[in-house]
């Protein structure tokens, strides 16, 4: 399980943050690092901080992008210290994070994400993952640090994982309740655009309308089964649309 799952950082400035989130992973497992867009990596700071995990940085991949980063993945979970306008299913506890990320990483990749130092993840990037996760802390000073934040999170995958190894349970997910990858996801969302825009529903003055109706089946969370059944939907619909000429 705990093989499963990827620590990504986007695009992080100072590089000792890096060795420091080496080191919080090794110590609870974790070995699946990925960079994305790393400002300076490698770099001695990284290896110094590391304290020991340079094997992790040894092996880290380092991606140009996001969407890379979390290729395959069934679930992919943003780490942010705010609500979006648009959010996604979130979780308001660590612990209940950890639970559902290690049902999913039994069987498949899965991905925690974390953003820059000071700005954390865009919009574009929180489009990217399949919910997100904050850590309860002081309301009059609620900033960790980086690898604070992935020590945090990583500590409770730990956990959950612990449990799981002593009682020997293993959950089994049903076959029809596999959540599709990112990819199979992305091209639903692609053929719901096309086909709204085909139909005439998706004009300019409702140029949100897109973004709202795919975070609406974001937090749906459908399985690749009922994933599967929505595109057959939309085919059929597109069939009965006038063809549009190539000329």
Known sequence: MLSNIRIILVQTFHPGNIGATARAMKTMGLTRLVLVNPRAFPDAEATRLAAGASDVLDNAQVVSSLEEAVSGCVQVVGASA???????????????????????????????????????????EIRCCTHQVSIPANPDYGILNLSQAVQILAYELHRHWRRRTDSGFVYQTPSEAIPPTREQFGHFQVHLSQVMQRSGFLT??????????????ARAEPSRKELSLLRGWLSALDAHLPQQSDS
């Open 204 to 217: 300019q003055p409702h140029a949100r309308t897109e973004e709202q109706l795919q975070a609406l089946f």
């Open 82 to 124: 705010r609500l979006r306008s648009m959010p996604l299913p979130h979780f308001d506890e660590p612990d209940d994070m950890a639970q559902s990320v290690m049902d999913n990483a039994q069987h498949q990749p899965v991905a925690l994400v974390f953003g820059r130092e000071r700005s954390g993840l865009t919009n574009a």
